[in-house]
């Protein structure tokens, strides 16, 4: 934060000359409520799909310190919705609240997420899992039909398996008319060694399926869908019930980075699992993690890849070593021991233990002929949902520090509903920070609050704003008019 005193979202807005879009902002369900309409909807099993979701964060901070301790259960958020703010919070569970309140925000037009409904997708039983998304998309369809000039809502999108996935997709594109999606990502799945293990550590005894790597299933068959229909992909999935972020005490210690770690753990995947080659068309959007790790991961990638391509292999190759040349060394500068004992080092057959995999080049799936390819395969693709108050927003537009130049695509996003959003006409303010303090340009302002934003749905879907409030400004960044 600056420091200083800045202007109202209001007249920051009156003062620009594009529109401003939010990203990834978010709806409050209202549970007593949503759950009776899911089961009207989809049966006892779509409402208690829903009710078993927000179960265990409640169960779990009934326990004591001691019992999440011995059952090594993460602190769950406490009181993760505005309180004092009573209007904000109305404004959270009222969609038409928030409908007559965008221009207070300074927003011209918002996608909407959900909240409870981010876990829906991962709900372990298949049947429940596709039930509850299925109602609880058609409710949600509803909630927003009258309300689409200015707010459009993204859909549940399970994706255990690619055919689950491509029907809860097929219907919600053609029967409901969502034109956002959120997908599962980091499927747990058990790991067949540890199979038999007892309920209460199975938890622990699973691998992370991100989609685009050493995946369960081919989910090509769902990219290909993605690009029939227009689809972005976004991901909104968490990581702080897991791995580093068990901590039984402190949800701070949990909650930090896990949306940055679980989007880089897809977006690796999808990268290296050469899906931005195969289909180029599509674009990827990773949301609420920040643009930091982006930005580290583009340049870890092209630093790896400068290391690790199959020709840079030849380096580390066992049997480029010039044994004789090393002997002499040690006899020279070593030890007697150490002369001894290289006779047969390192092993003859050391070249032959790689794992077995077919081929070396963890790149081959990128097909990479020049270190620019990874720009153009990373870069263009994939997109950063940023919340307004990061300072890190600027690295994404500073072509000092980013290889080749480049300025990676982050998006701006509200985080309105949650507890890191006190005040929601704060919002705009927070990220135009970054424009008064000289971190960002004006276009840079410009491509972050909106253009991004177009970028990221219009690629794929020319017409995603046709009939908005922001359909004018938004051809013209698309060259559709």
Known sequence: MSGHEHPSAIKIRSELSHPVV???GHWLEFGPVIVEQLRRIGGD????????????????????????????????????????????????????????RLDELGIDFAILYPTVGLRVPRIADDETRRATCRAFNILTAE???????????????PAHTPEEAIAELEYCTRQLGFKVAMFGSLM?????????????????????????????????????????????????????????RLSPTNFTYNHIGHFAAAGHAVCKAIFLGGVTRRFPQLRFGFLEGGVAWGCMLYADL??????????????????????????????????????????????????????????????????????EDLRDLFVTPFYFGCEADDRMN?????????????????????????????????VLPEAWELREDGLITADDFRDF?????????????????????????????????
């Open 22 to 24: 939010d990203a990834d």
């Open 45 to 100: 099993k779509a409402a208690d799909g829903f009710t078993s979701v927000g179960k265990g964060v409640r169960e779990s901070l009934a326990l004591s310190v001691a019992e999440r301790q011995r059952r090594r259960l993460p602190q769950e958020a406490f009181w993760s919705s505005p309180s004092r703010n009573t209007r904000d919070r109305a404004t959270g569970l009222l969609p038409r609240l928030l409908y007559e």
């Open 143 to 157: 909630h927003f039909r009258d309300l689409a000039d200015r707010i459009t809502p993204a859909a549940c999108i």
């Open 188 to 244: 747990p799945r058990p790991v067949a060694g540890a199979a038999g293990a007892p309920a209460e550590t199975a938890r622990f005894a699973v691998w992370y399926d991100a989609l685009g790597l050493d995946s369960a299933h081919d989910y090509d068959p769902l990219w290909q869908t993605c690009a029939q229909h227009g689809i972005a992909p976004t991901f909104h999935t968490g990581v702080r019930r897991q791995g580093l």
């Open 302 to 371: 092209i630093g790896h890849w400068d290391k690790r391509n199959r020709q840079a292999l030849e380096h580390t190759d066992p049997r480029a070593l010039d044994r004789a040349l090393l002997l002499d060394m040690v006899r020279k500068h070593g030890t007697d021991e150490m002369a001894a004992a290289l006779g047969g080092w390192p092993d003859a057959d050391a070249h032959t233990l790689t794992g077995g995999i077919a081929d070396l080049d963890d790149f081959s799936a990128c097909r990479i002929e020049r270190k």
């Open 394 to 426: 600027a690295w994404a537009f500073d072509r000092r520090v980013n290889p080749f130049g480049a300025r990676l695509n982050a998006l701006f996003g509200s985080d309105i509903g949650h507890f890191d959003v006190p005040d929601m006409r704060d």
């Open 449 to 481: 609050t909106f253009a991004n934003a177009v970028r990221l749905w219009g690629a794929g879907n020319p017409r995603f704003f046709e009939g908005t409030a922001v359909a004018k400004a938004a051809a013209e960044v698309l060259g559709t008019r």
